[in-house]
């Protein structure tokens, strides 16, 4: 599907593709976590090598249509979509713009951190760490706020959540991704608690998710 479509939708040349699959870009699953900058970067340096280096050309254009896709593949796949190739084909220019914006946005500087814990303003303090947690982009590419998120409404449906809610619900809560988030998040709660009443509720826990979790129930809870 894949050459297909690069083939006889973006026009690719069969050097082109033949390099690509050479680097290991074979299907349409290759793209999905390609990022923006290393797409131009590798596509770039091939065009830059002579021929006897197995240099292939790639001009601008071919670069960017590149990008666009491998950013709509990686945008369905965290959000929990299916690829629409005939939606991809009716938009493809659209997502060449959307792919660049995305890419700045990505690299904004994150939300000013939360402010020392303190009981009195316990439903403040919460929402700005979601706040703050919400401007940093996880190693998942979920928003970091992923790792502490609540569960939905039972009633609510998935295609009529908005962008970001789809990255944070579908963004798995295990394994290794996980794992590193899970501790960016407890460093954080562990330096905006410390010396405060509320390390008490956290103290053995090593867990980003749970740490939160501990919180919640403490001073949201019957306690």
């Not at 083939?7 to 390099?19: A, G, P």
């Not at 609540?150 to 809560?173: C, F, V």
């Amino acid at each position: 599907m894949l050459y297909e479509l690069l083939r006889d939708f973006h026009s690719f040349n069969r050097d082109q593709r033949t390099k690509l699959r050479a680097e290991g870009y074979s299907s349409l699953s290759d793209l999905v976590n390609w990022k923006y900058k290393e797409i131009r970067s590798l596509l770039e340096n091939l065009s830059n090598r002579p021929t006897t280096r197995r240099g292939q050309h790639f001009g601008d254009r071919r670069i960017k249509e590149l990008q666009a896709l491998s950013w709509l593949l990686t945008d369905r796949s965290r959000r929990g979509l299916s690829f629409d190739l005939d939606l991809y084909r009716q938009e493809a220019t659209e997502y060449i713009y959307f792919a660049e914006i995305d890419s700045e946005i990505a690299s904004d500087d994150a939300a000013d951190k939360p402010d020392k814990f303190k009981y009195a303003s316990w439903n403040k303090w919460e929402e700005s760490v979601y706040i703050y947690l919400d401007s940093i982009v996880s190693k998942s590419g979920a928003p970091l706020s992923y790792v502490i998120r609540k569960d939905l409404p039972e009633d609510a449906k998935w295609d009529e959540l908005d962008r970001k809610t789809q990255k944070i619900q579908n963004a798995s809560l295990e394994r290794f991704m996980f794992t590193i988030d899970s501790e960016r998040v407890l460093t954080l709660l562990k330096e905006l608690c410390l010396e405060t009443e509320a390390e008490t509720w956290f103290r053995n826990i090593k867990c980003g998710r749970e740490a939160m979790k501990a919180l919640q129930i403490h001073y949201d809870g019957p306690d």
